[in-house]
Structure formats: C-alpha cells, structure tokens
C-alpha cells in the first residue's frame, strides 16, 4: 500500500485548508483511516480518524475545526482544516490499518503564521 498526501503550505491564523490522501492498492475501503501529526520537537500526535463505516474521531485540540472524510470510490481520505491556529503548525501524515498493514505517508508540511 501507497499512500500520497497532497495540500500542505502556509496558511495566515484563521484560515483553512483542505488535505487529501489517495491510496493505492485494493484495500482501502476495509481499511480503517487517520491523520496524524508532529509539530517540531514534540511526538506524533492523532488529529483525527475515520473506520470503515465512517464514524469519526477526533483530537480535543481541533474538534469542531477539522472535518475528516473518505471517498472509497477514489481510495481517498481527506481532512479538512478550518479556523487554523499556529500551534497547528506541524507535519501532517495519513495512515492506513487494516489486520496487519500499517501503512503511512511520507507528510505534508503546514506552517500557520502571519
């Protein structure tokens, strides 16, 4: 399993952005999906997660900010960011699990600054 990130970049506090994840491979579908991330010096940290029959969860920190969806029928995974904060700064990557796949992206950089 491939998984390729796409939308990271600078956003001013307060703004948004929209990142997807496509995956290759046939199993996508079965698969549980997250986001997680890692701002500089600290620990990767879940932002949000999506199962195979789309309940979601998510980090206190971005509750009610960050939306997580998937679309099967394009192996995608997306996570939508709203009222960006600049401790949301950090490297964001998808993941993939299903049985004993554990599967990642290489990461997208977001940098939340005026």
């Known amino acids: 399993v491939k998984l390729v990130e796409c939308g990271g970049g600078l956003v001013q506090p307060g703004g948004y952005l929209r990142f997807s994840c496509a995956a290759s491979?046939?199993?996508?579908?079965?698969?549980?999906m997250g986001w997680y991330r890692q701002a500089p010096g600290k620990q990767r940290e879940l932002v949000a997660t999506i199962t195979v029959f789309a309940s979601t969860n998510y980090a206190d920190s971005v509750k009610g900010r960050f939306t997580i969806s998937r679309d099967n029928g394009k192996n995608t995974v997306y996570l939508q960011m709203n009222s960006l904060k600049p401790e949301d700064t950090a490297v964001y990557s998808c993941?993939?699990?299903?049985?004993?796949?554990?599967?990642w992206g290489k990461g997208t950089l977001v940098t939340v600054s005026s």
């Open positions: 993941n993939l699990r299903r049985g004993s796949v554990d599967a």
């Open positions: 491979g046939s199993i996508f579908s079965i698969s549980a």
